[in-house]
């Protein structure tokens, strides 16, 4: 185990807080090393995070990577034009994605970050907004990625690097095979 990964906040209910990790310069350096390493040799144009912890790795990615930075915000913020797909999450709440209009240009090959992944469908909700930009998935960056079947099925079809997979609880990954 990676030693800065023991900073997260392991406490929380259905979910883990990953902030205090990015308060330890040293532990934030050697996460943005371990996120970039598989990207480093493969081109990428942009990196898009998504609302709101991706931000932060999305952004500091990107400077390494030496890319621009898009962001794929929460329904309802840019004062702008957007492209938006709806979803419901992890929680079972409705929510939705957007993004800025021509944020992306078509054959862009973007980097896609967040700092969670669940259940996969908030990606796959920003990966449809890149997709219908024309942009390419070039990979999906993550601290952690739950292992289940809807991950597994975004693991077979993008280049993932995720730096902490949980395992899946059993009772919950075989409801799942019956959904």
Same mark, same amino acid.
């Given at each position: 185990?990676?030693?800065?990964?023991?900073?997260?906040?392991?406490?929380?209910?259905?979910?883990?807080?990953?902030?205090?990790?990015?308060?330890?310069?040293?532990?934030?350096?050697?996460?943005?090393?371990?996120?970039? *390493?598989?990207?480093?040799?493969?081109?990428?144009?942009?990196?898009?995070?998504?609302?709101?912890?991706?931000?932060?790795?999305?952004?500091?990615?990107?400077?390494?990577?030496?890319?621009?930075?898009?962001?794929?915000?929460?329904?309802?913020?840019?004062?702008?034009?957007?492209?938006?797909?709806?979803?419901?999450?992890?929680? *079972? =709440?409705?929510?939705?994605?957007?993004?800025?209009? #021509? =944020?992306? =240009?078509? /054959?862009?090959?973007?980097?896609?970050?967040?700092?969670?992944?669940?259940?996969? @469908? #908030? @990606?796959?909700?920003?990966?449809?907004?890149?997709?219908?930009?024309?942009?390419?998935? =070039?990979?999906?960056?993550?601290?952690?990625?739950?292992? /289940?079947?809807?991950?597994?099925?975004?693991?077979?079809?993008?280049?993932?690097?995720?730096?902490?997979?949980?395992?899946?609880?059993?009772?919950?990954?075989?409801?799942?095979?019956?959904?």
């Amino acid at each position: 185990m990676r030693e800065y990964l023991l900073l997260i906040d392991t406490h929380g209910v259905g979910r883990y807080d990953v902030t205090p990790l990015f308060a330890d310069a040293a532990a934030f350096a050697a996460l943005l090393d371990d996120l970039a *390493r598989p990207f480093a040799d493969i081109p990428v144009d942009l990196v898009a995070g998504i609302d709101a912890l991706g931000f932060i790795l999305g952004a500091a990615l990107a400077t390494r990577l030496g890319t621009g930075f898009v962001p794929v915000r929460k329904g309802g913020k840019l004062p702008v034009p957007t492209d938006s797909v709806s979803f419901v999450d992890y929680s *079972r =709440a409705s929510k939705s994605l957007e993004l800025r209009r #021509q =944020a992306v =240009a078509p /054959n862009t090959r973007v980097l896609l970050v967040d700092e969670w992944i669940e259940t996969g @469908v #908030q @990606v796959r909700a920003a990966i449809e907004l890149i997709e219908r930009q024309g942009g390419v998935i =070039a990979g999906i960056a993550t601290v952690s990625m739950d292992d /289940n079947a809807a991950t597994r099925a975004l693991r077979a079809c993008y280049r993932c690097h995720v730096v902490w997979l949980q395992e899946p609880d059993d009772d919950e990954d075989e409801q799942e095979s019956r959904s």
